[in-house]
């Protein structure tokens, strides 16, 4: 039963600390994104990628956030510096497509403090 | 904005009864997805029904599309505590080449 896997399932910082999570797509998928989950603002997607190729970002702070796949069985989020209000649950979601069905990881749930 | 908008945002029905909620959207659409998220949980695919199908079923989900109107209906038939989860619908604007979340309806299924 092919899965979408992400570490850490649970982190918790301080402010200023660098925080790095990390995902498996599901073997064969071609696209994978990365979503953040609140209460007040809901989904969000942050970045998304085809092929390894980041095909848009424009949904993360660009100055402290990083998505890079550096191959095909990982993708990296990567925030430096953490700050408080980045406290959220972070999913990554793989895909045969990018309008397709999404399979989404059970997600890093973050806190800075 | 494409996002989709569920409605009603929250629902509270009592075991067995069925439970409907509906995702409005603007622009058209490739598809249209419903998915599920469980508390503490990554959001579960559950059915995606194309511009040109009106209806589909999946188990106890029935998925209505009206692209006239733009909407979409799910029913959740029998519905059982295990039910009680958010439930997203997502769509793909003809063109847009990704898929946008609606904020979400929360159903709680009271045994």
């Known amino acids: 039963d092919a899965r979408v896997t992400q570490t850490p399932r649970h982190k918790v910082t301080e402010m200023g600390q660098e925080v790095t999570m990390r995902c498996q797509p599901i073997l064969g998928h071609n696209t994978v994104f990365w979503y953040r989950q609140t209460m007040m603002q809901g989904l969000e997607l942050l970045a998304y990628?085809?092929?390894?190729?980041?095909?848009?970002d424009s949904g993360m702070p660009k100055d402290r956030f990083s998505a890079e796949m550096p191959d095909a069985t990982l993708a990296t989020l990567k925030i430096q510096p953490s700050e408080p209000r980045d406290s959220a649950v972070y999913f990554c979601?793989?895909?045969?497509?990018?309008?397709?069905?999404?399979?989404f990881g059970p997600g890093t749930r973050l806190l800075v403090l | 904005s494409q996002q989709g908008e569920e409605d009603p945002q929250a629902l509270s029905i009592q075991e067995g009864e069925n439970a409907t909620m509906n995702c409005s959207y603007k622009t058209s659409i490739n598809n249209l997805q419903w998915y599920r998220q469980n508390s503490g949980r990554g959001l579960v695919h559950l059915i995606l029904?194309?511009?040109?199908?009106r209806e589909k079923h999946s188990g106890r989900l029935r998925v209505t599309l009206d692209t006239s109107k733009k909407s979409s209906s799910l029913l959740i038939t029998a519905s059982r505590a295990a039910d009680t989860a958010s439930y997203f619908c997502?769509?793909?604007?003809?063109?847009?080449?990704?898929?946008?979340f609606g904020k979400g309806n929360q159903v709680v299924v009271i045994p």
């Open positions: 997502a769509t793909d604007a003809s063109g847009n080449n990704r898929l946008a």
């Open positions: 029904i194309r511009s040109n199908e």
């Open positions: 990628f085809r092929n390894r190729a980041p095909l848009d």
């Open positions: 979601a793989s895909g045969p497509g990018l309008a397709e069905t999404q399979y």
